[in-house]
């Protein structure tokens, strides 16, 4: 079974701050996913990269897929209170067979 | 607003009841998902259907069982649960097949407690 290792697992920062959480593994992946989730709610997808080395940026989100697609990153720039949550990183393992981190688990001080 | 819709939101159960968690999704999405998800972990895979058909079964106890009735319904029927089984019960959906990278579409859950 493919393990993905998010760390950190929690995170508490103040309001304007960055952050980087990491995703990774010994395995490859085909694509790798990023999801966010709030109390009481289900996961919603971020982003997916697919291509090693491929950067995508939404808003003050930075998602980072490494060159041997075992890893990836996601960088927080001004970190905001609306930024809380628990986010997942999640990798393909075949067909409809996601295997998902830990999580880590953001919380932004105003 | 999600476009997987889940009911209840909440249910709270005896060990001898029997009762159904419900999923609905109109994307036309042929891949449906059950998670489950207990507090501070990440969801943990218990079935998928692909078109209709049960494709994996992630070893779960019989207690649970899945139904698929059409491609936009997806149906988790429950009985004899133990009070362990406590979780949020997620329902997901995907696209199947060439090009798809198994993006997952989520409801918000049923959260189930069992006395």
């Known amino acids: 079974t493919q393990l993905l290792e998010q760390s950190p697992q929690f995170l508490s920062i103040q309001e304007g701050e960055n952050l980087t959480v990491y995703c990774n593994s010994s395995?490859?992946?085909?694509?790798l996913q990023w999801y966010r989730q709030e109390p009481g709610e289900g996961p919603v997808l971020l982003v997916t990269?697919?291509?090693?080395?491929e950067v995508k940026k939404l808003k003050r989100l930075t998602f980072q897929f490494g060159d041997a697609r075992k890893d990836s990153s996601l960088h927080i720039t001004a970190a905001q209170p609306g930024d809380t949550g628990l986010y997942l990183c999640?990798?393909?393992?075949?067909?409809?067979?996601?295997?998902f981190g830990q999580g880590t688990r953001l919380t932004i001080n105003p | 607003d999600t476009e997987v819709t889940q009911t209840p939101k909440h249910l709270v159960m005896g060990m001898t009841n029997k009762k159904s968690l419900k999923c609905e999704q109109h994307?036309?999405?042929?891949?449906m998902y059950w998670y489950k998800q207990k507090a501070k972990k990440p969801p943990e895979l218990m079935f998928v259907?692909?078109?209709?058909?049960?494709?994996i079964n992630e070893s779960v106890p019989s207690r649970f069982s899945p139904e698929c009735p059409n491609s936009s319904l997806l149906n988790l029927h429950l009985h004899a649960l133990q009070p362990e089984d406590s979780a949020l019960y997620l329902c997901?959906?995907?696209?199947?097949?060439?090009?798809?990278?198994?993006?997952?579409?989520f409801g918000e859950g049923s959260r189930l407690t069992v006395l």
């Open positions: 997901a959906s995907s696209q199947v097949g060439q090009g798809g990278t198994g993006e997952l579409f």
């Open positions: 395995s490859v992946f085909s694509s």
């Open positions: 990269v697919v291509t090693g080395g």
């Open positions: 999640a990798g393909g393992q075949g067909a409809q067979k996601l295997v």
């Open positions: 994307m036309g999405h042929r891949a």
């Open positions: 259907y692909s078109y209709e058909k049960l494709s």
